[in-house]
């Protein structure tokens, strides 16, 4: 079973991927590859995040896929049957810790308190999602959480760019940032998986 952290040695961001379009799970997840990125999470937002999870897997070599907004129990299992090795929760509760648990999947949860902190550390889970990282406090949280949590460490994630990446990971308490800015919804769309890959060109050479 994977540690989570396992995922930070990959590079610096983790791309936050939305699938509308089955078709263009493959090519996408090609081009971040091709770009250095090769660890991906993909949202359940949509009727085919499931299916673009499943493609992904088999079809693209050398990528990490993962499932992002896992809320529930069920969730988690229905990530784990269309093949994905690691779980990203937007919050956490102790269900999905532990259906993530009895299912061997790797949970990164997301937190945005304190109080979060403490129940995701209790459950033994110490890299954890800040989210929604620009608005729950951006820097200034992160810094004050660093006080109080010394041995927790985060991926923020939610309202960060390109321009505001090597802020975050230029603290010592993160470890990696997930961003949306890697597959532009126009991008995708358009199939300009050119792009893409120098997005996560951009992104692999991030400093941290």
């Known amino acids: ?16 991927i939305v699938i509308d379009n089955l078709a263009d799970a493959v090519p996408l997840a ?27 897997v088999k079809a693209v070599q050398g ?13 988690a299992r229905a990530a784990k049957a269309a093949g994905a090795v690691f779980g990203v929760s937007p919050g956490y509760t102790p269900e999905v810790g532990a259906a ?14 304190a109080s979060e902190v403490m129940m995701a550390q209790a459950d033994g889970l110490r890299f954890l999602k800040f989210f929604p990282a620009t608005a729950a406090g951006g820097i200034p949280m992160l810094k004050a959480l660093a006080g109080p949590f010394p041995d927790v460490v985060f991926c923020p994630t939610g309202g960060i760019s390109l321009q505001t990446a090597p802020d975050f990971l230029a603290l010592p308490n993160v470890k990696v940032c997930g961003g949306s800015w890697l597959t532009p919804a126009d991008a995708v769309k358009a199939g300009d998986w050119a792009r893409i890959t120098r997005l996560a060109q951009e992104a692999s050479a991030l400093a941290r």
Do not use: F
């Open 1 to 16: 079973m994977m540690n989570t952290l396992d995922l930070a040695a990959q590079g610096p961001v983790i791309p936050v």
């Open 30 to 56: 090609q081009a971040l590859v091709a770009g250095g990125v090769k660890v991906l999470e993909v949202t359940l937002r949509t009727p085919v995040a499931l299916q673009a999870i499943e493609a992904m």
């Open 63 to 75: 990528a990490i896929v993962g499932a992002g907004t896992i809320r529930s129990a069920d969730d």
């Open 100 to 113: 993530c648990r009895e299912l061997s999947l790797p949970l990164l949860p997301g937190v945005a308190t």
